[in-house]
């Protein structure tokens, strides 16, 4: 039931997303060297200076927020009196100037300090500078001159790499109704407000509900001790269960009575509803407005025009294709399930949603005994970080030392990667919780690299204990890592408009979905994952664990699938007077193994609708690409020095600088497809 979340790169990337655009093919044969504008010199590295993230008062915050802002609102005037008949390089190299600084003020320094610094009144000045920026962003996005002087570089004669930047650009404007005319766009800007409104309103209604599920401490036999322990039966001898998750999972989990797992699940699925059935109505009502004013057939044309997936078609392909490789094995799966269940109820008909979660939990721990307090004493955070930086070192030959710099907290660490002597970019690692810190795992950027001028540099902003670590701890330092590496490799651009954020929206989770494979390698574990005695994790181990990742993959697939097709159906068409309950129920249960109870209207709460849009598919879609990519790896050896190279120089350096389509066609020598995926799946026994 746990929807797999994905965490954008930062929290700009909804921003960033409004003013994103087309996927075009790029021809790489013919790219020259872009030249770049002769006359017009760039400001904004001067106006951004160093990176400053440990400021001393919200003074200081508020200071470096009103300057920027100011200097981006002279940048912007005089960019968009540039005459059109300006050289289109110079035109060009403004643009990327004005985009330098408007992301830069935006979301760099201010995104930082409000998700980590310790002193709550300089979080809430940098909190007021994010909003005041996004704010300006959001009507730069809207500039008819800055759109036009784009125009015009885009019918000059410019060199293929450079007309696939400019034509995204372009498409992001277009895709905000900039080339509109007044009436069409004071329109969409008020489609804009009310999907915005929905939006707010669909997952404040999800959080919002307040629905109890009762049960005697009887019927709670098989929860753990703790979680009974926080929730103490009333004067009625009765256990108020919540909605949260921590209320609701860990139930779903070792309850062990099927009818008490049901009526939680019944409740659970319900949430949410019947208040968000008129709120999704006009949610997918505006978004279909919107993309028609736009040009579009309906929301999920719209959605997919700029990804790689491109259209609907591709997309309900590629989940049937997925489902083709994930059906046998997820049912098969499901069968062991279902079997392990008879054991202590041979009347049970069969697998509900509320029966899933208990049932792998068995299966995981009587067939594969992972045990986890075992697995915890190898991955003790020092060495763990050392061990991600001597990987880095020997995957892709740079050095990674200590940067001598301010920081906002003793916990926070900085560091310069360097290649052959050269420092190419720097990162803070910001790893452990405290009070008023952002709670989950991103990389947040502090510089787009731009070659010759600007070093890349980001922050790492995690949750991970400052001691023994979970093994899921060490996937997700690796996964945000990933993002790091693709940040910094990526920083030696000509233009900051090239930055990896600039790549199609499905593909920007699968370089960090990859490098979590290297912590299922023996060995690179036997390296650095060693106990307190300096004893190396032992290998039968690691295949324990590697055996168990597998179970239920292929049924959590199945399920992300019918999560992908609902958000798919939604938003295809045209959608009047539609039973949204139909609607869910034929697309989820075409792919999810286990329907939920009867009666209940899971897509009431299921909150990606709201962000994701049409694309939940794109978690699916980004592993199955990660998959293929992964594929060169296995060929060669995943510690292989020269095919790390070869990723290195054609997935990652580019940055988004070519469609991902095109890249991955670059490394592979052939255009990707799931057939990796494929026989990952099958690896499940
Ligand atoms: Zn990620």
């Not at 307040?210 to 709670?220: F, Q």
């Not at 028609?292 to 309900?316: I, K, T």
């Not at 001028?453 to 990933?482: K, Q």
């Not at 869910?584 to 897509?603: I, K, V």
Request: charged share 25%.
């Amino acid at each position: 039931m746990e929807r797999t979340r994905i965490e954008a790169i930062s929290r700009g990337k909804t921003i960033m997303s409004m003013l994103r655009s087309f996927a075009f093919p790029l021809l790489l044969s013919g790219t020259a060297m872009p030249a770049l504008g002769a006359e017009y010199q760039p400001g904004s590295d001067r106006i951004i200076g160093a990176v400053s993230v440990a400021p001393k008062s919200a003074a200081e915050v508020a200071a470096q927020c009103d300057t920027r802002l100011d200097a981006l609102a002279s940048l912007r005037a005089r960019v968009e009196a540039m005459p059109l008949s300006t050289e289109p390089l110079d035109l060009l190299a403004a643009y990327d100037d004005l985009y330098n600084l408007a992301f830069t003020t935006a979301y760099t320094e201010p995104g930082v300090i409000k998700d980590t610094n310790p002193d709550a009144a300089i979080r809430k000045a940098a909190e007021d500078c994010f909003q005041r920026a996004s704010a300006v962003l959001v009507d730069l996005g809207m500039s008819r001159p800055i759109y036009e002087r784009l125009l015009t570089v885009g019918q000059a004669d410019i060199s293929p790499a450079l007309r696939y930047m400019v034509d995204r650009q372009l498409d992001s404007y277009r895709r905000l109704g900039v080339d509109k005319d007044a009436a069409t766009r004071a329109r969409i800007g008020e489609l804009q407000n009310g999907i915005t409104a929905a939006s707010i309103e669909f997952e404040g209604n999800i959080s919002a509900d307040t629905r109890t599920v009762t049960a005697t401490p009887e019927e709670l036999a098989g929860m753990p001790q703790d979680w009974l322990a926080a929730r103490p039966a009333g004067a009625d001898g009765l256990v108020q269960i919540g909605m949260s998750y921590p209320d609701v999972m860990p139930l779903l989990r070792y309850a062990d009575r099927a009818d008490v797992r049901k009526r939680v699940m019944t409740a659970f699925a319900d949430r949410a509803y019947p208040t968000n059935d008129a709120v999704l109505r006009r949610l997918i009502d505006d978004r279909a407005q919107f993309a028609g004013l736009l040009g579009y057939s309906d929301f999920a044309g719209y959605d997919f025009a700029n990804r790689m997936a491109e259209n609907p078609g591709r997309v309900q392909s590629f989940l049937d294709e997925i489902d083709r490789v994930a059906r046998p094995i997820g049912e098969a799966e499901a069968g062991r399930m279902l079997a392990r269940l008879h054991k202590d109820d041979p009347s049970l008909a069969s697998l509900g949603s509320w029966n899933s979660s208990y049932a792998l939990r068995l299966i995981r721990k009587e067939d594969y005994a992972v045990d986890p307090e075992q697995v915890r004493q190898y991955f003790a955070f020092d060495k763990v970080q050392a061990g991600i930086f001597d990987l880095t070192r020997d995957l892709f030959g740079v050095e990674i030392r200590p940067w001598a710099t301010e920081v906002w907290h003793p916990d926070v660490g900085a560091f310069e990667m360097v290649q052959d002597g050269s420092v190419i970019g720097r990162f803070y690692l910001d790893m452990h919780p405290r009070d008023g810190k952002f709670t989950h795992a991103q990389m947040a950027p502090l510089r787009f690299g731009i070659k010759n001028r600007v070093l890349p540099a980001a922050v790492l902003e995690l949750n991970v204990p400052n001691g023994l670590m979970e093994h899921s701890d060490v996937v997700t330092f690796l996964h945000e890592f990933g993002h790091l590496l693709h940040w910094i490799f990526a920083g030696g651009q000509d233009y900051a408009a090239q930055n990896p954020m600039e790549l199609e929206n499905d593909v920007i989770e699968a370089p960090s979905q990859l490098l979590e494979e290297w912590v299922w390698d023996y060995d690179t574990l036997k390296r650095f994952a060693t106990n307190a005695a300096g004893e190396p994790i032992p290998a039968a181990l690691v295949e324990k664990m590697n055996v168990s990742r597998r179970f239920g993959e292929a049924f959590g697939t199945m399920m992300q699938l019918g999560y992908a097709g609902a958000s798919l159906a939604f938003y295809s068409g045209v959608p009047k007077d539609r039973d949204l309950a139909a609607v869910y129920d034929a697309a989820y249960n075409r792919y999810a193994l286990a329907p939920d109870p009867e009666g209940t209207h899971g897509y009431a709460a299921f909150g990606h609708l709201t962000g994701y849009g049409a694309s939940y598919y794109t978690y699916q879609w980004s592993k199955a690409l990660s998959s293929d990519l992964l594929s060169e790896f296995r060929k060669h050896g995943l510690r292989d020095p020269a095919t790390a190279k070869r990723y290195r120089d054609l997935i990652l350096a580019p940055g988004g600088s070519a469609s991902m389509n095109q890249l991955a066609r670059n490394f592979l020598g052939r255009d990707w497809t799931v057939d990796a995926y494929r026989a990952e799946l099958q690896l499940a026994r």
